[in-house]
């Protein structure tokens, strides 16, 4: 099995769901089938298929979340030593050298990955051009959209 990266709060935030979906989620929809069951004739019962349905969807989500967490590694970005170098975890801001926009990504793994809150994917290709860089450093990135280039103005270890 292949090692993933992840951040500690994209561990924190799996586990929180984990928990969720093992101590409020499962007993509800249990509870939803028992009382589905009581209505008779399961054939033509829509309740207890929905409930059913939710219970293969929950399970599902379940296993798939605890191995996320049992192949991840989780990386603390704040036990590393500083420096200007574009690491894992590192919260990064740039300036488009075209038209001088400024921008701040975390880059995070795949499954933490959120354009909207500025969390990259280590995998994409913003993140991957900027990997091993350092601060100062012009990189051309190329993107689906085209080329663009960024001056890396800031590392943060947050």
Known sequence: MSRVPMTVGGAEALRAELENLKKVERPRIVKAIA???????????????????QQSFAEGRLQEIESKLADAVVIDITKQPPSDKVIFGVTVSLINLETDEKSKYQIVGDDEADVKSGKISVNSPIARGLIGKSVGDDVVIKTPAGESEFEIDQVEYL
């Not at 009382?35 to 349905?53: C, I, P, Q, T």
């Open 35 to 53: 009382e589905a069951r009581e209505h008779g004739d399961l054939k033509e019962n829509a309740e207890y298929h929905a409930a059913r349905e």
